[in-house]
């Protein structure tokens, strides 16, 4: 590991495998369908932070005797905050002029984000990195920067640590840190979101340290004797680091993000992989020659700005939010965009401040201007932040129906002879009392209530039955829930909303159980849930077989911007096909071009009482079949003939003056 040969060798290997570690989450941001585990990037990034700056602190250590920890800290700051701050000024600059609808997270996030904790602060929120609808968080990348942030804190520390003990007592102390941490993953693992075990620095810390023990173990003669040498050694070095590169490839290409196998069998098989390279780059090999390439180099030299900048314009063009952008152009603008903005970054904001040259008079008169220049730029930020407004809009729509829910009264018991009774009065405008002319009259305007799709702006006419009339229970998640107010005055007081914010398909059956056990289930239940995830149909089986003999089921389809959106849809279209008792409730085509009902992401309503939520009250109660024919016949034949006669015969006389 000596020698200049070596040494530049080493420093473009490493930049070409910070390259690779790019190419991977860009995949994964841009074209999501091609590299569907290029999350994993990030952990090759992790790697990577964790070895050089062990590496780093344990020359110092060897050449001093100690670790300069102030030193330390401004190279630390030098490295991330120029860019980070140039990032957040932009942010707050152009979302409120861009998405005005999303800048009232900007404080918190810029707060959080200047302080390094945006990880902890998205887990404190709730966010989702896998479910959440619309535009999630413009700093949501800056998770990871966090994850850094915070181990850089604790690194000088730990390797002033780990340079004191024997080597075998710091890899075994590695060792012990790594399954801590990979154990915290697993068991905080939470399907189907596992977005506390993907954000966690306690559950995400185990690749840097992998990338510590790859720096303690390569002082090891043995090993890094076995890394230097030729012959036949090397050729199986070769091999190695080959295979290594294809195991990080083929998670790239298969990896489930929320996949049980992932936490953390799958995170770690990368993290070991991306270990094994690093040392086989350290000498020339197949491998070095590969990170060597100039495109490669040219990446990850400026990749910090490059994974800085691609994000928000992923944000802005998303698919599915107001932009809209088809999948080409949107690919196109955030790789594009991405480059040329971090290609920018890195020429005028970080470089700099990476090599400062304060050698002459001129020299230091020029960092201290860049340094001033930045002071004043945080000050203006600061000012900035303190001057958008916090107030969301969305969180009002879901807090205001939350109160609509919790002064629901309890829900009653509904016996099953009461079930179809309450189902029994005929639509508002039914035609006429013979039997016979009945079945041609309603059939029709069970097949209107449900619009499948086709020519819009004349929506079909809706026949709600009168509020209080027939036992409801509707079940939903934050959609339900922003439409909860003007859903609740058409049901009326027969009507059991139970509906919460996160709330996936999977979670329905138990509810359903304990509803039904409690025999407080409505004759109709009304189901709009999968907006927050996919829907598979052991799903919507499960949520049958505990709807088994409920006469009416309504499943509701979905509009959000996300990929399960249409997998989501035509699931239910399929369960509605499997189950007799189950009808489709097209939401997703009643709603198509009504882009004013929605917040900026496409898919909760912007007002309790606005246009949005009442469309989707008026069409999911008006989708409630009518009543069977034979409920409406039979009840004037069965009871016409002993008491009306009498009745009719006793009161009608009285009534006639």
Request: charged fraction near 15%; hydrophobic fraction near 45%.
């Amino acid at each position: 590991m000596h020698g200049g040969a070596v040494k530049r060798t080493r420093v473009a290997s490493l930049d070409g495998l910070r390259g690779v570690a790019l190419v991977c989450v860009l995949a994964y941001h841009a074209v999501p369908g091609l590299a569907p585990g290029g999350f994993l990037g990030v952990d090759v990034f992790f790697v990577l932070s964790g070895f050089l700056l062990t590496m780093l602190l344990l020359g110092e250590h060897d050449r001093t005797g100690t670790i300069e920890r102030l030193d330390y800290a401004v190279r630390r700051i030098r490295r991330i905050a120029p860019a980070l701050l140039v990032l957040l000024a932009a942010l707050v600059v152009f979302v409120p002029l861009l998405t005005p609808g999303d800048a009232h997270r900007l404080p918190g996030d810029v707060v959080y984000s200047v302080l390094g904790l945006t990880n902890w602060h998205l887990i404190r929120d709730g966010s989702s990195y896998f479910a959440q609808a619309g535009r999630p968080s413009f700093v949501r990348h800056l998770w990871s920067i966090a994850v850094e942030i915070q181990f850089y804190v604790l690194c000088p520390f730990l390797v002033g640590w780990l340079a004191r003990r024997r080597p075998k007592v710091a890899i075994a102390g590695l060792v012990a840190g790594i399954a801590a941490s990979a154990t915290a993953m697993g068991l905080l693992y939470s399907s189907p979101d596992p977005s506390r075990a993907y954000f966690g620095t306690d559950t995400r810390i185990h690749a840097l340290l992998v990338g510590c023990l790859v720096a303690v173990v390569l002082r090891s003669p043995t090993f890094s004797g076995w890394i230097a040498a030729h012959g036949p050694a090397s050729r199986r070095k070769n091999a190695v680091g080959v295979a290594a590169l294809a195991v990080v490839a083929a998670l790239v290409l298969v990896g489930a993000q929320t996949s049980r196998a992932m936490y953390p069998a799958g995170f770690l098989a990368v993290e070991v992989a991306t270990a094994v390279m690093i040392a086989l780059a350290l000498h020339p090999g197949v491998l070095s020659a590969l990170l060597v390439r100039g495109e490669m180099r040219w990446l990850g030299r400026r990749s910090y700005g490059i994974y800085l900048w691609h994000w928000p314009i992923v944000v802005l063009v998303r698919p599915g939010t107001s932009a809209d952008w088809p999948a080409v152009p949107a690919a196109v603008a955030i790789v594009g965009g991405g480059l040329l903005l971090g290609a920018l970054s890195y020429r005028y904001v970080e470089r700099p401040f990476l090599r400062p040259n304060t050698a002459t008079r001129r020299a230091r008169q020029a960092a201290f201007l860049r340094l001033g220049l930045f002071g004043a730029a945080a000050a203006v930020l600061a000012v900035a932040v303190a001057q958008i407004p916090t107030n969301n809009q969305l969180a009002d729509v879901l807090r205001a129906g939350e109160k609509v829910i919790a002064a629901q009264p309890p829900p009653t018991p509904v016996p099953e002879t009461t079930t179809t009774a309450t189902t029994a009065p005929p639509a508002p405008d039914a035609p006429s009392p013979s039997t016979a002319s009945t079945p041609p009259s309603r059939a029709p305007r069970v097949r209107v209530v449900t619009p499948a799709a086709p020519p819009a702006p004349p929506k079909p006419k809706l026949n709600l039955p009168a509020p209080g009339t027939v036992p409801v229970t509707a079940i939903g998640d934050s959609v339900m829930l922003a439409g909860a107010d003007a859903l609740h005055a058409r049901l009326g007081s027969t009507g059991y909303i139970d509906a919460k914010q996160n709330r996936y398909f999977s979670q329905a059956a138990p509810i359903i159980h304990d509803l039904r056990t409690r025999e407080v289930l409505g004759g109709v239940v009304i189901i709009h849930l999968g907006n927050n995830g996919p829907v598979s149909d052991g799903d919507v089986d499960a949520v049958m077989h505990e709807l088994d003999g409920v006469p009416n089921v309504l499943l509701v389809t979905v509009r959000v911007d996300r990929n399960w959106q249409d997998e989501v849809n035509n699931t239910l279209r399929a369960g509605a096909a499997r189950y007799p008792n189950v009808q489709i409730v097209d939401w997703y085509a009643y709603s198509a071009g009504h882009g004013d009902w929605f917040q900026a992401d496409g898919t909760h309503f912007k007002s309790s009482g606005g246009p949005g939520a009442n469309a989707y009250a008026d069409l999911l109660v008006g989708s409630i079949p009518p009543p069977p024919t034979t409920t409406t016949t039979e009840a004037p034949t069965t009871t016409a003939p002993p008491p009306p006669p009498s009745t009719t015969s006793t009161t009608a006389p009285s009534l006639v003056p």
